[in-house]
């Protein structure tokens, strides 16, 4: 197991808080089915705008309602190949806390009409919502996408098709195999800076 030299730390401050946006279909329902803490990605089409990557975290709502009016979102993106699958991980923390740190999982090879992955090379804006108690959403954090993010996705494109495909399950094995080595989201997060300095 490997992780490559195509993630980097940066952090982004929150150009607004509330905002809005159209959801993705039935996020109502998966989110129904998500504990609070977890996070995923999803394409969104606001109306006379390009496609966008956007997160969506189901929190609590009073962790919600603690968040800083403009918190800085602090974000760790890395490719980790673990026998010839490259498995990608964005994980983000928002303000500094370690108890808000999340996690999402990128298959380049999971069957979509759109690729996430081009459209992340590509837009400006990174939005984070987040849906509270009732799965309703309770608050959008938005930020400016820095240069390296777009960066680090056009790497990550280019390195995958260099590879073999591989299948959803050999993905889950991935996966699976990052978190016996790691144990923890914050041994992953710890991880993924240490990498970053060359240790």
């Not at 800083?68 to 979102?73: A, C, F, G, S, W």
């Not at 992955?117 to 309770?138: C, K, L, P, T, W």
């Not at 073999?164 to 399950?169: L, N």
């Amino acid at each position: 197991m490997r992780i490559l030299v195509l993630f980097f730390f940066v952090l982004l401050r929150a150009v607004f808080v509330t905002g809005e946006g159209k959801a993705m279909k039935n996020i109502a329902e998966i989110l129904a089915h998500c504990a609070p803490g977890k996070a995923f990605y999803c394409v969104f089409h606001p109306p006379g705008q390009e496609p966008s990557v956007d997160f969506v975290i189901r929190e609590k709502s009073a962790v919600i309602a603690g968040f800083p009016q403009n918190p800085p979102v602090s974000l760790r993106p890395a490719l980790i190949e673990v026998g010839g699958v490259a498995a990608v991980v964005v994980m983000f923390r928002i303000a500094y806390d370690p108890d808000r740190t999340y996690e999402t999982w990128w298959n380049y090879y999971r069957e979509t009409a759109e690729s996430p992955f081009e459209i992340m090379a590509e837009q400006g804006q990174i939005n984070f919502h987040f849906y509270g108690d009732s799965v309703e959403r309770e608050r959008v954090i938005s930020v400016i996408a820095d240069h390296e993010i777009n960066s680090f996705f056009g790497r990550v494109i280019e390195h995958i098709h260099g590879m073999t495909g591989w299948s959803a399950i050999e993905f889950e094995l991935a996966r699976n195999a990052i978190y016996r080595r790691y144990g923890s989201l914050d041994a992953l997060w710890d991880a993924l800076f240490m990498h970053l300095r060359g240790n």
